[in-house]
């Protein structure tokens, strides 16, 4: 999230306020789209939350119920969903078809799915750090009971157009992508942040190639990659994290409607510019605000002024960060010189 959202820019607003005043002129309302909805979205700042309408998508009738009654797991540990302008709620799944099919209630949580039983030759392999000892199946994919459940595309619930689609769905996040191909095909899926696997543990689990080659063909493009789930090794070690190279098994990718390759309306150009500086995407975010024109060019140079700040913490963890590349370059520097 961009910690220079809500901060005061030099023409007397705040970036958020200057961002949504062209959208609330004409009385718009960000769309934001959760599958997978569980503990709630906290990655958002509250003044583009509170102007926003959310949709949640939660199968699993404890995590829906946790969810409306606002007990979440996250809320029992104080963690706070910001508020929003309007909130829905629906015990569905979303697939690429309208249809019943099976969802598998497992160990974890944040590990049930529409996909099935969990390979367990390559789960009970698999050993986070902090898993505890125990392998990613018995801890997480273990299933604990199987109840069937009414699927619908995303085609099929929605016309407007959404800002943001968040997708963690445990192996289902292509087939949810395939069931809104109509959004995607009239440019109404502006950006996208869905997880991917690297390790398929189900019979069919499509990795992130899968979802990007699709997501391509649609006309977005791939922003960026997070591997910050936890990574894993391949059996139990005795060889600490800090000593080996973990395998990554998950992480989230981020897409955006390309301009470049789109005929892009100025609203939804802006739109895109707002939740792409929202989720850090500053120079891409302000060249759409560019593009868009619905801000004057003092506006805009104002944002963009803004959005450079670095705070002092900040400036001086990436100087300690890149601290012994430095000196490490200055090291071999001197000793060319002497050596020749």
């Not at 003044?47 to 926003?52: L, Q, V």
């Not at 950006?191 to 997501?215: A, C, D, M, N």
């Amino acid at each position: 999230m961009s910690r220079n959202f809500d901060r005061q820019t030099s023409v007397g607003k705040t970036v958020s306020e200057l961002l949504f005043a062209p959208l609330l002129e004409k009385n718009i309302s960000p769309v934001i789209v959760d599958a997978g909805a569980r503990n709630g979205i906290f990655d958002i700042p509250e003044s583009y939350t509170r102007e926003a309408t959310f949709v949640g998508f939660e199968p699993n009738l404890e995590e829906y119920e946790k969810l409306v009654n606002e007990a979440t797991d996250a809320n029992k540990l104080g963690i706070k969903q910001p508020d929003f302008k309007h909130k829905k709620y629906h015990r569905t799944a979303l697939w690429s078809s309208n249809e019943e099919r099976t969802f598998y209630v497992t160990e974890g949580a944040g590990a049930c799915t529409l996909m099935g039983h969990a390979q367990k030759n390559i789960t009970e392999k698999m050993f986070r750090d902090n898993d505890r000892g125990e392998s990613y199946g018995a801890r997480h994919t273990e299933v604990r009971e199987t109840i069937p459940v009414g699927c619908k595309a995303l085609d099929s619930l929605l016309t407007e157009t959404i800002d943001y689609l968040k997708i963690d769905v445990e192996g289902a996040e292509l087939d949810i992508l395939q069931g809104a191909k109509r959004l995607l095909e009239n440019n109404d899926i502006l950006f996208i942040k869905t997880e991917f696997v690297f390790t398929p543990y189900y019979e069919r689990h499509p990795v992130l190639g899968y979802q990007h080659v699709y997501l391509d063909q649609m006309g977005l493009r791939l922003l960026d990659l997070d591997d910050e789930h936890a990574k894993y090794s391949r059996g139990r070690s005795n060889i600490p994290a800090e000593a080996d190279r973990r395998l990554v098994y998950a992480g989230d990718a981020y897409f955006a409607l390309d301009p470049d390759r789109n005929n892009i309306s100025a609203e939804k150009c802006h739109r895109l510019g707002v939740i792409s500086i929202v989720y850090g995407f500053h120079s891409f975010g302000v060249s759409l605000l560019r593009d868009a024109a619905l801000l004057t060019l003092q506006e805009i140079d104002a944002i963009e002024q803004t959005l450079s700040f670095l705070p002092m913490r900040t400036r001086m963890k990436n100087n300690w960060l890149t601290f012994p590349d430095k000196m490490s370059k200055i090291y071999w520097a001197i000793r060319r010189f002497f050596t020749k």
